[in-house]
C-alpha cells in the first residue's frame, strides 16, 4: 500500500472550513484513499473515500488531485466536536487486500472556539 | 444501539493471566478485525477474518489468538498476558461489497 504523509497539527476556528491535506506520491491505479478520524481514545470513524473523483458526503468532501498524488479533505464548518486526529490512509479495494488499513499517526486538528 | 460493542471496556490483569476480549456486531457484516493502539501511534492490526471459517494473521499476532464463534462474534485471547501487551484494543467489521470499515468503542487492557 502506498505511504501517506500528513502534518502532525493544525488549527481551525469553529464555524470556518477545515481542509486537511495528504500526500499520497506512490500511489497506484487501484489504489483508494480513505479518510478516518478518531476522537480521544474512541474507536475510529469512517470519513469518506475516493478513486479519482471528488467526492462529498454528510459529513464531509474529499478532493483528490488529478494526477493522484494528493488530496485534501475539507469539513465545511468545523465545530469544537471535530476536535480529532485525522488518518489518511491509501489502500488496495481489489485482489482481497481492501481491507489493510495501514494507520499512521494522522493529524491532530484542534478546532477553536 | 451501538451496531459494534466490545465487552469489557476496561480491564486490569495480571502477568500470565489469560484474558479474552469479546466483540459483537449487529451490522451483518462478513468481515471482522481486532486491532491494537498504543499511546501515540496509530494502530495495528492483530488478526482479521473474511468469514466464519476464515481466519488470518495481522502484522503483530504473536502473543494473540481469535475465534469466530459466528458471523457475528469474534473473540480475541491473550493466553498468557505480559506487560507490553497493554494498549487500547478495538474491533471492527466491513462488508465485501463497500469496504469502509465500522470500529466497537474500545477495550483499555492493563496488564501490571
Known amino acids: 500500500d502506498a505511504k501517506t504523509t500528513q502534518p502532525p497539527s493544525m488549527d481551525c476556528a469553529e464555524g470556518r472550513a477545515a481542509n486537511l491535506p495528504c500526500n499520497h506520491s506512490?500511489?497506484?491505479?487501484?489504489?483508494?484513499v480513505y479518510w478516518y478520524r478518531q476522537i480521544h481514545s474512541q474507536g475510529p470513524q469512517y470519513i469518506i473515500h475516493?478513486?479519482?473523483n471528488n467526492e462529498t458526503n454528510e459529513m464531509a468532501s474529499l478532493i483528490i488531485t488529478e494526477d493522484r498524488k494528493s488530496s485534501t479533505l475539507i469539513l465545511p464548518h468545523a465545530t469544537l466536536r471535530d476536535t480529532a486526529v485525522y488518518y489518511c490512509?491509501?489502500?488496495?479495494?481489489?485482489?482481497?487486500?481492501?481491507?489493510?488499513?495501514?494507520f499512521g499517526k494522522g493529524t491532530l486538528l484542534t478546532v477553536n472556539p | 444501539d451501538a451496531d459494534v460493542t466490545q465487552t469489557p471496556r476496561n480491564r486490569i490483569t495480571k502477568t500470565g493471566k489469560r484474558i479474552m476480549l469479546e466483540c459483537s456486531q449487529t451490522?451483518?457484516?462478513?468481515?471482522m478485525y481486532w486491532y491494537r493502539q498504543d499511546p501515540g501511534l496509530g494502530l495495528r492490526l492483530i488478526y482479521y477474518?473474511?468469514?466464519?471459517?476464515?481466519?488470518n494473521k495481522g502484522e503483530i499476532s504473536d502473543g494473540y489468538s481469535v475465534s469466530r464463534q459466528a458471523q457475528a462474534k469474534f473473540s480475541l485471547s491473550l493466553e498468557s498476558a505480559i506487560p507490553n501487551q497493554t494498549a487500547l484494543y478495538f474491533c471492527?467489521?466491513?462488508?465485501?461489497?463497500?469496504?469502509?470499515?465500522?470500529f466497537g468503542p474500545g477495550t483499555r487492557l492493563t496488564v501490571t
Open positions: 506512490t500511489i497506484s491505479g487501484n489504489e483508494y
Open positions: 477474518s473474511f468469514d466464519v471459517k476464515d481466519i
Open positions: 471492527a467489521t466491513s462488508g465485501t461489497e463497500r469496504y469502509e470499515q465500522y
Open positions: 475516493g478513486l479519482k
Open positions: 451490522k451483518g457484516h462478513d468481515r
Open positions: 490512509i491509501v489502500t488496495g479495494n481489489s485482489g482481497g487486500s481492501n481491507y489493510k488499513l495501514t
